[in-house]
């Protein structure tokens, strides 16, 4: 078998989490719909991670309670074979739209604003490739990377934010707190950009060496998400009023610039761009090859490498057809679905419940507990 | 008239000697070897092993197999032992020291003595009539005849299959030098030299622990190479020792006379850039990383220690840096890692933003690098391409022009090749600037691969950053690290204890306080770990 | 052969990847652009706009860091059009990731252009959100010209030298594109942006490209003031505006003053004359933070009271002063006196129906919800506003302050 799963421990596991679900909050955040009545996602996006978190939570629960060893197990466990598989193929097909999504953002933001003379195709392939060979060398590969650039960005991301101190004026987030209804829509909705992360831990469990590690993970992960999310989106709305950030396609990428000083630090905005990249590229990465695993389990297939390839073959598809202007039917359609992806969490967690109540107390523990 | 015919005549002179390709066979398209050439030294006949019992069919089978009547070092001795029995004293001149054999052997072999009747008599005369330190017997033709070409000297005795070695092993070998590749300023000043004794010895002078374990094992199509495998019995992980055993069982070379062959042979990931064991000179480092857990293959006429396993961080230190004091150490440490990190990205980060990101640039940088510029007629990523390419060719002429030349050409081709180039407009100053940081900081990674490793990775990104600026070097280095978290040496990842986090203490790039060295590297998963 | 067909199909892939990612990306090497630092935009003649550039290029002679500017200029409807046109005539392309400064000639500020220009052409160009907006009285093609040296080819750097100290004096704001862009969006301020203007008595140094007046007034002051030597061109004050119209301009000393109530005033000197004429004082004020504001909005008009903390340190003037004198005459005195400028700057910037003390800000504080933000329409209640001033200073004289004064 070669699935590369491998073993990983327990700071990549959350390196992992941490980087995938900060990305997905950060980076895929519809500036015009999010900011257009108000700025509150400094509380809508940290308390949605939240609500994901309780999503997992209870599938966690139904995970040990079941004994099943991966997120496959879970679905068969809890909801039986054919439900398992429909299952199965919405986590993959959520894996695949986050994958693509994170991918066509920095596409057209690196085409937009820094090769703009360059054509979008080579720009959606230097982006694809090393996504591509990431996903095949791995999980236990994806996981040190996510360590080692995770801490480096989370790094950049505080300096950054620290010497803009001087810009922030709290009297920008005004008016607070905004539309309660939207606020409320908007939590519920964007927990999904993390729900990819949760289910992604879920997926590769059998490498985290016991549903504890998979609970420290995602405990661990998401809370340094909440703050990082927090910390920049608080850090966004006190350098931008809701106006200029609803005109805005990355407004973190943008921030520098308010600052009069002449610095060459100040200057690093593209540079703090690509490294955003990086971590973009990690958390494709690591869902197009949560979604290969699930394709190859449940193909019962031998070689994960195949799965990874059709799926990057498949994103890159997309991504081209993405700027002909024949594919605006395709990228309504994507982002309908990325709109209302939240709307799968419910049968996970129906699945989650049913499986706590047909397991009983007397449920077997995670192997790997034992 | 005969000098028309031999000005135009085909034939050549009778005694010029011609390569026929055509003795092993045509080439494939490919260059692969032609059938015929498959096994040419064809697989090791199941031979008698025995020993004959009669000296003289030992005598004419050794001067058969190890054509004696060819090679005039081959001496073979025969004499009465004790007076009574035939004997025969085989041994190569040259490899073995005459005055031993005569001495220890023939002096205490021939005089007649009187012979227990009911004692062995081969283990009788390998206790008490031979006075040498070391007697074996041995009962495999192959095991005596190996012994031979090692330098001992082996005793038939007639109507006995059981035969006698004697190590009468002394042949000429470098003295203990100065590593050539690893100087320090303080600590040890031995290296080691090409004799497999010697250098274990320069271990054991360090290591003495009665668990250091030192397996001589064979290898090689006919076992024509030696090498010795050492480790801490107990303390190196079993499973480790025993792939490192296979894989040396596995090489399938005809010959391997060099530690670096011998690398190639046994490593898994032959197409790696990064090497995945460490090379080294120096004998208190290996003897320091025996002590950890780690496990040394020395090969006989090779003056290096292959230890393995390696990680990036076990590439990057020195036998030096235990040495000297915490924050000095650390300060080094980081100097080290700094240029290696400039000597990598540099070159393709100055590229990016000179072709894609100008922006970026300060206003003075901007003025100073297109002024400097202003006549030179190469674009700048074929100037930097090209800068890095005389770089190399400085370092490579530098290190095989011998003496006080060598040191030469390295001032020449820094000085006045560069000072040159620019006059010429070959290449601007602020590229020279940039490719000499580079090579500077190229010099302070102390392993050699890892150097070449480095010089590889550095065009890698160039490559990238001329085609797609900040965009190509990001995704450039991202495959690279990939490709370092993937990459695992015998076993453990090579970015081990800092991806995955292992339970060591220990700092990676700054140097941790001495008392943290008293465990053994948690990466190593050493038996006492375990226990 | 297994082996071969591998190796051979994973070198096709190799170079079709590489092909495909090769090349495309496309560039200019950095030899082959000439920066724009400054962008200046007049009303044009024939066409809508003058655009004139001052552009970093590599020197004539042979050294090693030796660069030029040039100043060009085009006419045209659009930037597009005059880089264009200008492109023509020079051996490189513009490249306007450098450029740090925008200069907007008074006329074509007062038709709201700025914002349009902003919108049209800042991401298409590659223009940062962090380049400075000026105003200028005059022309812009004339204050570019008066802003470069010979001596000096780093243009941008001595611009921003020369604003930094007018900065720490107080006397003229800095802008840049992005806070312009959000106080005109956002409607809860209005902007105050650098204010120049040249000096005609003042000649230009031979520059490529400059328009040399062959007449020189004389009669041409620095804001009132004669001067010699230094640049042709200078700051003063500030332009103000309503949205994104320019409205009017303010002297240093009204800007000086506007820059207390935004809490970004750093530095600054206040001389004082005595009321009988006799001597005067000279104070070196230092903000002392953002402002406090109370405001409400029930009732028919918004008011508000703005608490202005400053320090201040007597540099001259009154050598005989102590903590009682200080407490009890001078400091009234003065505190009163900077309430007044308050008011009158104030009373000036609404009648340009110019936010310029940005009150908006703490109205938006007062709404939770964007939709009643909007409706409040804040812009429409500034005229009606009243505001009160409070100014506390505090003396940093040790003879003075040793009492806690």
């Known amino acids: 078998m070669r699935l590369n799963e491998g073993k990983i421990g327990l700071q990549e596991s959350a390196s992992i989490a941490a980087v995938a679900i900060t990305a997905c909050s950060v980076f895929l955040l519809d500036s015009e719909k999010a900011y257009s009545r108000g700025d509150a996602t400094f509380i809508s996006l940290p308390v949605s991670i939240a609500v994901s978190l309780a999503m997992f939570m209870l599938m966690w629960c139904a995970m040990r309670r079941t004994g099943a060893r991966n997120l496959i197990e879970l679905f068969d466990m809890c909801v039986g074979k054919a439900i398992g598989t429909v299952l199965s193929i919405v986590a993959a097909l959520i894996f695949i739209l986050y994958a693509y999504r994170l991918m066509a953002r920095f596409c057209i933001l690196i085409h937009g604003r820094v090769f703009a003379a360059a054509e979008y195709e080579s720009v959606a392939l230097w982006i694809a490739v090393p996504v591509a060979y990431a996903a095949i060398k791995g999980l236990e590969c994806l996981s040190r990377l996510a360590k080692i650039f995770g801490v480096l960005i989370g790094a950049l991301v505080l300096i950054s934010l620290i010497i803009m101190i001087s810009a922030y004026d709290v009297s920008r987030l005004a008016p607070f707190p905004g539309d309660l209804g939207k606020l409320g829509m908007d939590t519920i909705s964007r927990s999904a950009d993390s729900v990819a992360a949760f289910l992604g831990l879920i997926c590769v469990a059998g490498a985290l060496q016991g549903g504890r590690n998979v609970k420290k993970s995602a405990l661990i992960g998401s809370g340094v998400a909440i703050a990082f999310v927090f910390m920049i989106q608080f850090a966004l709305g006190a350098t931008f009023t809701y106006t200029d950030l609803s005109q805005m396609a990355m407004p973190i990428y943008l921030m520098k610039m308010v600052v009069m000083r002449e610095s060459y630090l100040f200057r690093l905005d593209q540079m703090n761009l690509f490294f955003y990249m990086i971590a973009a590229l990690i958390t494709a990465a690591f869902y197009v090859y949560c979604a290969a695993l699930i394709i190859t389990r449940r193909t019962f297939g031998q070689d994960i490498r195949p799965a990874v390839v059709g799926v990057s073959a498949f994103i890159l598809a997309a991504l081209r057809v993405n700027h002909r202007f024949e594919a605006g039917i395709i990228q309504q359609s994507i982002d309908f679905l990325y709109d209302y992806a939240f709307v799968a969490g419910v049968p996970f967690i129906l699945a989650a419940i049913a499986g706590l109540i047909r397991f009983g107390r007397k449920g077997r523990a995670y192997e790997a507990d034992k | 008239m005969n000098i028309i015919k031999r000005i135009f005549s085909f034939g050549r002179s009778y005694d010029e000697f011609e390569l026929l390709e055509t003795e092993g066979g045509q080439p494939g398209f490919f260059g692969s070897t032609g059938r015929a050439h498959k096994d040419a030294a064809g697989a090791i006949e199941n031979a008698n092993d025995t020993i004959n019992c009669d000296v003289s069919a030992n005598e004419e089978r050794l001067k058969t197999e190890m054509h004696a009547e060819i090679n005039p070092d081959m001496v073979m001795r025969r004499f009465l032992l004790c007076g009574q029995i035939e004997a025969l004293a085989v041994f190569i001149n040259g490899m073995s020291d005459q005055s031993l054999v005569s001495d220890f052997i023939l002096r205490q072999g021939i005089p007649e003595r009187e012979l227990p009747n009911d004692a062995p008599l081969v283990e009788y005369v390998a206790n008490n009539v031979f006075a040498m330190a070391e007697v074996k017997q041995e009962t495999s033709w192959n095991t005596i005849k190996t012994a031979i070409m090692d330098g001992c000297t082996a005793v038939f005795i007639q109507g006995k299959t059981t035969a006698l070695t004697m190590d009468t092993r002394s042949y000429e070998h470098r003295s203990i030098q100065e590593p050539s590749n690893e100087k320090v300023v303080k600590g040890s000043q031995e290296g080691f030299v090409e004799n497999l004794r010697t250098n274990i010895t320069l271990i054991r002078r360090r290591v003495r622990t009665d668990d250091l374990v030192v397996e001589l094992r064979t290898y090689g199509k006919e076992g024509s190479s030696r090498a010795a495998i050492m480790y801490r019995e107990g303390i190196a992980n079993e499973s480790l020792v025993n792939e490192i055993k296979r894989r040396l069982a596995n090489v399938n070379a005809m010959y391997v006379f060099n530690a670096g062959t011998l690398e190639q042979l046994t490593e898994r990931n032959t197409y790696s850039v990064f090497p995945q064991l460490l090379a080294t000179e120096r004998p208190d480092r290996t003897a320091a990383m025996l002590m950890e857990g780690h496990v040394a293959v020395i090969v006989e006429g090779s003056p290096t220690a292959n230890v393995m396993p390696a990680t990036l961080f076990t590439l990057m230190a020195t036998g030096e840096d235990s040495t000297m004091r915490v924050v000095q150490g650390s300060v080094i440490r980081m100097v080290r890692y700094i240029g290696a990190a400039i000597s990598i990205l540099l070159p393709g980060y100055f590229l990016a933003l000179a072709l894609h990101h100008q922006s970026l640039l300060s206003s003075e940088v901007l003025t100073t690098v297109v002024a400097s510029r202003k006549m030179v007629f190469a674009p700048i990523g074929m100037e930097m391409l090209f800068l890095l390419l005389v770089f190399q060719l400085v370092r490579e002429a530098g290190m095989r022009v011998p003496g006080s030349i060598g040191q030469a050409i390295g001032i020449i081709g820094g000085l006045i090749l560069g000072q040159a180039a620019v006059t010429a407009n070959l290449a601007s100053s602020v590229m020279l600037i940039i490719v000499a940081l580079t090579g500077l900081g190229n010099f302070c990674i102390p392993d050699y691969s890892t150097q070449l490793s480095a010089s590889v990775l550095r065009v890698i990104l160039v490559i990238a950053s001329w085609l797609a600026g900040l965009m190509g070097l990001f995704c450039g280095a991202f495959v690279i690290v990939a490709w370092m978290a993937s990459l695992k040496s015998f076993g453990v990842p090579f970015l081990a204890p800092h991806s995955p986090k292992a339970n060591s203490k220990r700092p990676m790039i700054l140097r941790g306080p001495i008392d943290n060295m008293s465990r053994h590297k948690d990466i190593l998963n050493t038996e006492e770990d375990g226990r | ?405």
């Open chain 3, 1 to 405: 052969m297994k082996r071969i067909s591998k190796t051979i199909c994973l070198m096709l892939a190799a170079a079709f990847v590489a092909f495909n990612m090769a090349g495309c990306i496309s560039y200019v090497a950095i030899d082959e652009y000439g920066y724009v630092m400054t962008v200046g935009v007049d009303k044009g003649e024939t066409y809508d706009y003058r655009f004139c550039f001052i552009v970093q290029v590599e020197g004539a002679s042979q050294g090693e860091s030796d660069a030029e500017n040039v100043v060009l200029s085009a006419e045209g409807n659009n930037i597009y059009d005059a880089v264009a046109v200008v492109e023509v005539g020079v051996p490189y392309q513009l490249n306007f990731g450098r450029a740090n400064y925008m200069l907007f000639s008074k006329e074509v500020a007062e038709t709201g252009y700025i914002a349009r220009f902003i919108d049209e052409s800042f991401k298409n160009l590659g223009v940062r959100r962090s380049t400075k907006l000026m105003v200028v009285l005059g022309d812009s093609l004339d204050y570019c010209t008066g802003v470069v040296s010979k001596d000096n080819p780093n243009t941008s750097k001595r611009q921003y030298s020369i604003l930094r100290d007018y900065v720490s004096e107080g006397l003229t704001p800095i802008t840049n594109i992005a806070m312009f862009t959000q106080n005109v969006n956002a409607k809860r301020g209005d902007n105050i942006v650098t204010l120049g203007a040249t000096d005609d008595s003042i000649p230009n140094e031979e520059i490529t490209g400059s328009s040399q007046d062959s007449e020189l007034n004389p009669n041409s002051t620095t804001a009132g003031v004669e001067r010699t030597g230094g640049l042709r061109a200078y700051y003063m004050g500030c332009a103000v505006f309503d949205g994104g119209t320019m409205k009017g301009v303010l002297s240093g000393r009204d800007t000086e003053i506007i820059l207390m109530a935004k809490g970004m005033f750093r530095a600054g000197r206040l001389t004082l004359h005595h009321e009988d004429g006799e001597g005067h004082m000279v104070l070196l004020l230092k903000g002392g933070g953002k402002p406090k504001v109370e405001l409400s909005i029930g009732g028919d008009a918004p008011y508000a009271k703005m608490s202005v903390r400053l320090q201040c340190h007597i540099e001259c003037g009154e050598e005989d002063m102590d903590y009682n004198k200080w407490n009890r005459e001078v400091k009234p005195m003065l505190e009163d006196y900077m309430e007044r400028e308050l008011e009158r700057v104030f009373t000036l910037c609404r009648g340009m129906n110019s936010d310029a003390y940005e009150i908006g800000k703490y109205a938006a504080m007062k709404f939770h919800s964007a939709e009643e933000w909007e409706q409040y329409d804040w812009k429409s209640r500034y005229p009606e506003l009243n505001m009160e001033f409070d100014v506390s200073l505090y003396v940093e004289n040790e003879e003075i302050n040793s009492l806690g004064g």
